[in-house]
């Protein structure tokens, strides 16, 4: 079979679809399709990948693993701590490599000191594009009455509260 024994509408069609006619040999020519190696079904890297994979990658493309590593701490403090530590903490900074927690007590901050090493190696192992280095633990907020340029060291005011 020729190109002459082909209708020229259905040679049309066979070109306009990619497909040449069978040529003069009997034989059909192959045309070379830029990029027709990565249409090639069955071959490496062609299975379809899960949403997690796909937004894990556009993450870590973004640069955007340490914000969320940062974010997942701080949602799973209650895991890293332990849940009684957790009732009596919050992580409330960090700020370069130092996590700031705060305690509800200055007795739960003196024991969760003595525990900075456990709990810096479970940020550490769970969390490890998060970037935290140290942990410093506060105690509660209480009102200070050294403030301002003209602060005097000493006992500050009593009986102010009764």
């Known amino acids: 079979m020729t190109d002459d024994d082909i ?37 490496t890297g062609r299975d379809p990948h899960g949403l997690g994979e796909v937004l894990a990658g556009w993450t870590k493309q973004a640069g955007w693993d340490p914000l969320l590593a940062r974010e997942d701490l701080i949602l799973k403090w209650h895991d890293v701590a332990g849940e009684e530590t957790a009732q009596h903490t919050r992580p409330v900074g960090l700020d370069a490599g130092v996590l700031t927690v705060q305690c509800d007590s200055t007795a739960w901050a003196k024991q969760l000191k003595i525990m900075r090493t456990h709990i810096v190696t479970q940020i550490v192992q769970r969390f490890p594009d998060a970037g935290v280095q140290n942990v410093r633990f506060v105690g ?17 005011p009593r009986d102010t509260y009764g």
Do not use: C, I, Q
């Open 7 to 43: 209708p020229e509408t259905m040679a049309t069609y066979l070109r306009l679809r990619g497909l040449d006619p069978v040529n003069r040999r009997g034989g059909r020519r192959s045309r070379r399709v830029p990029g027709a190696d990565e249409s090639v079904p069955f071959t």
């Open 140 to 156: 509660p907020d209480v009102p200070s009455w050294k403030w301002g340029p003209r602060a005097v060291p000493g006992r500050g």
